[in-house]
């Protein structure tokens, strides 16, 4: 075993080392420190702009759906109104308009791609769908005072059109219902 002069002069040692290389230690120490500050500032900054961009993520999917939701409301009263004058006259035409509700898709288009792959394609072809609408409406139908925004169209033509739009709509706000409610937990 070391005895008490032992345990001395190392003891002495070790002071004269430290004295001599403190401006070393004292900048390993600081450079540690620095170290340590700037992962954890960054593992901070990470957090925050996955928080925000998890933000804008909600933000953008209740845009859409809100957005979607009308349309197919519009679209399923414009059905139900039409739908028992087309029974009793399948010749008949009918009053409809050409533009559809989509401001909030056209303002929020560069920001699609925080949206999933799934809900992406679903939303752009509901989007598409209502738009394709709107050509083929103006294309088929017979301009109201000079307008596209009003057409008088022939119920088969109503018929099919309204129909095939109920589809893609539905499936565009399902999948941002689902991933809506799975990202609030």
């Given amino acids: 075993m070391y005895s008490v002069d032992d345990i001395q002069v190392l003891v002495l040692e070790m002071y004269d080392l430290i004295k001599d290389f403190q401006t ?49 409301f519009v679209l399923i009263e414009k059905w139900n109104q039409l739908k028992p004058n087309f029974e009793t006259n399948p010749t008949m035409t009918a009053l409809v308009q050409t533009d559809v509700m989509d401001d909030n898709y056209l303002a929020l288009l560069n920001h699609i791609g925080l949206l999933t792959q799934i809900e992406v394609n679903k939303v752009m072809t509901a989007y598409l769908a209502l738009r394709g609408s709107r050509t083929k409406l103006s294309l088929i139908g017979k301009p109201v005072d000079g307008s596209r925004q009003y057409v008088n169209v022939k119920s088969a033509f109503v018929t099919k059109v309204l129909e095939n739009l109920t589809e893609p709509l539905d499936q565009a706000i399902e999948s941002l219902e689902e991933h809506l409610e799975a990202q609030t937990g």
């Fill in 24 to 72: 070393l230690i004292a900048g390993i120490l600081v450079l540690i420190g620095v170290v340590v500050t700037l992962w954890q500032n960054a593992s901070v900054a990470r957090k925050q702009r996955e928080n925000q961009r998890d933000h804008e993520r909600e933000n953008l999917r209740v845009a859409l759906l809100a957005e979607l939701q009308i349309n197919r």
